[in-house]
């Protein structure tokens, strides 16, 4: 069983930055793939970015310019440095890697 937490979510004035980190333990090998998705209040899960191993990236159009995956496959962690943030990106933010899912952390861009 892997188990993944989350951190690095809070409340932030539109404009500026925040990063969050995933940090995966347990039985952690072969953790190819690895992303950030979000939900919004009343709205559907949506991927924002993902990762895989060999290095490709994607991106949800709305957040490309804006955030950037970063990993340490060594270490199996994952993280996204979001910055510009607009009160549309407020939505609680999972970390995914391969089948896992973390439990959310909180992000709120407001004034």
């Known amino acids: 069983q892997v188990h993944l937490v989350e951190s690095g979510g809070g409340l932030v004035q539109p404009g500026g930055s925040l990063r969050l980190s995933c940090a995966a333990s347990?039985?952690?090998?072969?953790?190819?793939?690895m992303g950030w998705y979000r939900q919004a209040p009343g709205k559907e899960r949506e991927l924002v970015a993902t990762?895989?191993?060999?290095?490709?990236?994607n991106y949800a159009n709305s957040v490309k310019g804006r955030f950037t995956i970063s990993r340490d496959n060594a270490k199996n962690t994952v993280s996204l440095q979001m910055n510009s943030l607009k009160p549309e990106d407020t939505a609680v933010y999972y970390c995914?890697?391969?089948?896992?899912w973390g439990k959310g952390t909180l992000v709120t861009v407001s004034s």
């Open positions: 990762s895989t191993s060999g290095g490709a990236t």
């Open positions: 995914r890697m391969s089948n896992y």
């Open positions: 347990g039985n952690s090998f072969n953790l190819n793939f």
